[in-house]
């Protein structure tokens, strides 16, 4: 099992979340967040006064998924998420060492 | 507020004028209806239009310190308004009278239902309680105006010590000596008494009394329609005093400090716009074609602002925004206060486009290039756009310019005529009411600053700057999410 994080711009949720349901993803974990990157950061001007905004708001999507999915959903996440200008964000993948459904119980790739 | 009469009127004129018979004082419940409306509206104007205005461009956690400061002025000030506040400004004060009214009228005594008041029409009056009401909401939105200067950095119980003292020692006596007059009947009586006096020296000395019976600036001739100096100059130079004795904010210029609400914003600076005609129009106290005058100027010398201030952002910053539109507005509005009786409406909406210009250089280069931390440049707008709307006055009262004139109730007693326009008597006359309200309001501002200051501290302590003042001085917080 992998945990999948990705951050990617707030504006490609709705298009990202139908690419994935369309290839059998079935669930994910959607948080707003504030980071920078390369993109750094922007300039916002409220009458005089000129403001650096440091931290630029993103959506942060976690899923975990069974092995055999990882390269399937990396590769719709990179293509539906992809405006093709600075910050459009990047994918963590990560080892997932155990899941459970509180429900049932069941445990490993079953729980997912 | 007042029409000025043209004071210096020659005698010679006088001498000739039909006697003027005394007309029975009656009270119209047209004018009377629409006062009490234009009153409420410029409460309208201060709760919630100026709280929201201020409050959102405010940090979140210092959302809530605004709004209470401003619905505490406005309660306070209702309460000393009506205890002192009054008579100080509108009751004759003897041999002060020039400076400042008496306390014959203090806690209200002797008035009651019956009790009427003056307005600029001969024979034409108000119920005393109405004009009582629609200048004390006046005397609550002044000192309002001014925490926005220093707001995100003032401890509460310094602040509400302050407007108690700045009122009664500024904006009263700047009130009176711009407003209080006797009325046109008193005008008229004066004038008649004058023409039949003859060379007898008493009698001269009498009517003269009765004429000049007014506040220094009023007879001075400063055009005021309603409240460039006596409400934004005043309360203007006050906020850039406050911010320059209390300080910078902690992070200023270092931090972002972007305002956390527009939205908020926008719809104070609306609930202004509208409640600003109660404030303009209303400061006619009838309801005529003056009021209509006034009502127009106050719809398109606020778009003309509101245009000007978009288009040079625009041109200048790269983008059009919200917040450059609505100050703009606010510039209009207050740069045509003082004009909105006088001037005409093309006059007036020309007006509202310079004054936009040229608070928009005021608060976008003048104040980085000093930097002084008017937060929400009360100083800016207010008394910039406060200054250019007066010394415009001068200029737009001109019927040459389609302005309304300056009324002379002395030539033809018992009448309102249009005096003869001389633009250097004219103008000087403003620029003395300017200066000398800058002078007045500066000088006791800074003292009384110093005096809160001495007694309670102006400034919270660094932790509670930081931690916002609403948890740290009221104990809540605006957002609960």
Redesign the interface.
């Known amino acids: 099992m992998k945990l999948i994080i990705a951050v990617i711009k707030p504006f490609k949720l709705e298009e990202v979340r139908e690419a994935l349901t369309a290839i059998g993803v079935q669930g994910l974990m959607v948080s707003e967040v504030k980071g920078y990157g390369r993109q750094a950061g922007h300039t916002?001007?409220?009458?005089?006064?000129e403001?650096?905004?440091n931290f630029v708001p993103k959506v942060k999507l976690e899923l975990v998924v069974p092995d055999n999915q990882v390269a399937k959903i990396m590769e719709t996440l990179t293509n539906t998420a992809r405006t093709g200008k600075i910050g459009d964000g990047k994918i963590f993948v990560l080892d997932v060492e155990q899941a459970v459904r509180v429900r049932t119980g069941e445990a490993g790739e079953e729980a997912l | 507020m007042r029409y000025l009469s043209k004071l210096a009127a020659p005698v010679a004129a006088l001498a000739a004028s039909p006697a003027f018979a005394q007309a029975a004082p009656t009270v119209d419940k047209g004018d009377t209806a629409f006062m009490l409306i234009a009153t409420v509206l410029v409460l309208m104007m201060t709760i919630p239009g100026l709280a929201l205005f201020y409050g959102g461009l405010v940090r979140s956690k210092n959302m809530l310190s605004v709004l209470t400061q401003v619905f505490a002025i406005v309660s306070i000030t209702c309460v000393i308004w009506v205890t002192y506040g009054y008579s100080l400004t509108f009751s004759d004060g003897g041999s002060m009278n020039s400076y400042i009214g008496g306390l014959s009228k203090a806690f209200l005594r002797g008035v009651d239902y019956n009790s009427i008041a003056a307005t600029f029409s001969n024979g034409v009056y108000i119920p005393e309680y109405v004009y009582i009401c629609f200048q004390m909401t006046f005397a609550c939105i002044t000192p309002a105006l001014i925490v926005g200067a220093f707001a995100e950095r003032v401890k509460f119980s310094s602040l509400i010590f302050f407007c108690a003292m700045w009122v009664t020692f500024v904006y009263f006596p700047i009130a009176h000596m711009v407003w209080w007059w006797g009325g046109p009947d008193t005008l008229a009586a004066g004038a008649t008494a004058l023409a039949a006096a003859g060379t007898d020296q008493v009698a001269i000395d009498a009517a003269n009394a009765m004429i000049f019976a007014n506040g220094k600036i009023f007879n001075w001739g400063a055009l005021d329609f309603a409240g460039g100096t006596v409400v934004h100059i005043n309360a203007g130079i006050a906020g850039l005093v406050g911010c320059l004795v209390i300080g910078k904010r902690i992070g200023h210029g270092k931090e972002a400090m972007p305002p956390h609400s527009l939205v908020m914003t926008m719809i104070g600076a609306s609930l202004l716009w509208v409640g600003w005609f109660g404030f303009n129009a209303g400061s006619n106290l009838e309801s005529n074609g003056i009021t209509a005058l006034a009502m127009i100027n106050t719809f398109v010398a606020t778009a003309g602002a509101a245009v000007a201030w978009l288009f040079i952002e625009w041109l200048l910053k790269g983008k059009p925004s919200l917040l450059g539109m609505v100050t703009g507005a606010v510039a209009g509005l207050v740069a045509v206060t003082p004009a909105s009786g006088f001037a005409g409406p093309m006059g007036a909406m020309v007006l509202g486009a310079v004054a936009s210009v040229v608070c928009f250089f005021f608060c976008s280069t003048v104040k980085n290039r000093f930097g002084y931390d008017d937060s929400l440049d009360v100083f800016g707008v207010h008394c910039v756009g406060g200054i250019i709307g007066a010394l415009a006055t001068g200029i737009l009262v001109n019927t040459a310019l389609g302005g309304a004139g300056i009324p002379d109730y002395l030539s033809q007693p018992g009448t309102l005529q249009v005096a003869p326009y001389v633009f250097s008597v004219a103008f000087m006359a403003q620029v003395k009411a300017v200066l000398f309200t800058l002078l007045w309001s500066g000088v006791g501002s800074f003292i009384l600053f110093k005096l809160a200051d001495l007694i309670f501290g102006l400034r919270p302590t660094p932790d509670v700057e930081r931690e916002g003042l609403d948890l740290a001085e009221h104990g809540e917080r605006a957002y609960a999410l």
């Open positions: 916002e001007i409220y009458r005089g006064a403001y650096v905004v």
